[in-house]
C-alpha cells in the first residue's frame, strides 16, 4: 500500500486544521492507519488511530477532544481533523498503515507502510 500524507501548514493557536492521508495499491478494509507525529528532537509520538474496517478510533491523551480521526465512504482516505491547536502540536506528520498490531496502537513499529510527512506549524 501507497499512503500520501497532505494538508499541514501554518496555523494560529486555537485554529484548524484537516490531515488527509490517501491511500492506494493493495489496501485491506482490516488495515489500521495511524498518525504519528515528531517535533525537532524530540522522539516520534502516535496520536490517532483507525481500524478501517470496523470504524474504531483511537487517541492520544495529549491531542483527545481536539483531534479527531475519520475516513472517507469508499475508505481510501483517512483524515486528522486537529482543532483548538496549540504550538505544542507543531511537528510533522506522519500516517502510516498496518495489517496487524499485537501490542500498542501507537508504537511506530508496528505500522509497515509510511507516507512522507507534511509539516504543521502552530504559531502567532
Known amino acids: 500500500v501507497q499512503l500520501q500524507a497532505s494538508g499541514g501548514g501554518l496555523v494560529q493557536p486555537g485554529g484548524s486544521l484537516r490531515l488527509s492521508c490517501a491511500a492506494s495499491?493493495?489496501?485491506?478494509?482490516?488495515?489500521?492507519i495511524g498518525w504519528f507525529r515528531q517535533a525537532p528532537g524530540k522522539e516520534r509520538e502516535g496520536v490517532s488511530c483507525?481500524?478501517?474496517?470496523?470504524?474504531?478510533?483511537y487517541y492520544a491523551d495529549s491531542v483527545k477532544g481536539r483531534f479527531t480521526i475519520s475516513t472517507d465512504n469508499a475508505k481510501n482516505t483517512v483524515f486528522l481533523q486537529m482543532d483548538s491547536l496549540k504550538p505544542e502540536d507543531t511537528a510533522v506528520y506522519y500516517c502510516?498503515?498496518?495489517?496487524?498490531?499485537?501490542?500498542?496502537?501507537?508504537?511506530?513499529?508496528?505500522?509497515?507502510?509510511w507516507g512522507q510527512g507534511t509539516q504543521v506549524t502552530v504559531s502567532s
Open positions: 495499491g493493495s489496501t485491506s478494509p482490516y488495515y489500521h
Open positions: 502510516a498503515a498496518s495489517k496487524i498490531i499485537y501490542d500498542d496502537y501507537f508504537d511506530g513499529d508496528e505500522y509497515d507502510f
Open positions: 483507525l481500524i478501517v474496517g470496523d470504524g474504531s478510533t
